[in-house]
T-cell receptor, first 108, second 114 residues
Framework: GIQVEQSPPDLILQEGANSTLRCNFS?????LQWFHQNPWGQLINLFY???GTKQNGRLSATTVATERYSLLYISSSQTTDSGVYFC??????????FGAGTRLTVKP | ETGVTQSPTHLIKTRGQQVTLRCSSQ?????VSWYQQALGQGPQFIFQ???????GRGNFPPRFSGLQFPNYSSELNVNALELDDSALYLC?????????????FGQGTRLTVV
């Protein structure tokens, strides 16, 4: 089955810093999503981005499907950005495969 | 637009018991998927329901079963609970049974088996 690898596993930043999270996947996909899991466990949709580039405020994402990776950029990080970020790709039309996540801690 | 809602939010059960978790899909969505997330890991696919039929299953034993109702809400049933079933159970809704549509998740049900 498809493998999804996220890096780095942990990231500690000072408030105001920028960061890049990476997601590599082992096969072609037609569905890729980035999520932020809040401390209560809910997965918050950040981007639906099977290819191309999107921006939403301080966050942007780029997926290069031909090279099988996606990047999530967080600029001017805030303490509220802390949490776990997941990349997930669709496998077999119904099985969304998640990476192990990147745990981001933003310090004031 | 109503989001995905799950109930209950927390649950404590004893090993060997049975549990039912519930999920209401987002309005306009006809597909519900269930995921199990163990502590410190990413969610793992349990199964998906599309138009009241199971439409794919992950690597989970038959004691994990489900239902989808005509209004597209869904239940996850787990029989003969084991300690390892302790996890966050997440429900996602989407439209259609093909890749290429965005999935939206509920807030989860945290199950503790003692």
């Amino acid at each position: 089955g498809i493998q999804v690898e996220q890096s780095p596993p942990d990231l500690i930043l000072q408030e105001g810093a920028n960061s890049t999270l990476r997601c590599n996947f082992s096969d072609s996909v037609n569905n890729l999503q980035w999520f932020h899991q809040n401390p209560w466990g809910q997965l918050i949709n950040l981007f639906y981005i099977p290819s191309g580039t999107k921006q939403n405020g301080r966050l942007s994402a780029t997926t290069v499907a031909t090279e099988r990776y996606s990047l999530l950029y967080i600029s001017s990080s805030q303490t509220t950005d802390s949490g776990v970020y997941f990349c997930a790709v669709m496998y077999n039309n119904n099985d969304m495969r998640f990476g192990a996540g990147t745990r981001l801690t933003v310090k004031p | 637009e109503t989001g995905v809602t799950q109930s209950p939010t927390h649950l404590i059960k004893t090993r060997g018991q049975q549990v039912t978790l519930r999920c209401s899909s987002q309005s306009g969505h006809n597909t519900v998927s269930w995921y199990q997330q163990a502590l410190g890991q990413g969610p793992q696919f349990i199964f998906q329901y599309y138009r009241e039929e199971e439409n794919g299953r992950g690597n989970f034993p038959p004691r994990f079963s489900g239902l989808q109702f005509p209004n597209y809400s869904s239940e996850l049933n787990v029989n003969a609970l084991e300690l390892d079933d302790s996890a966050l159970y997440l429900c996602a809704s989407s439209w259609g049974n093909r890749a290429g549509t965005e999935a939206f998740f509920g807030q989860g049900t945290r199950l503790t088996v003692v």
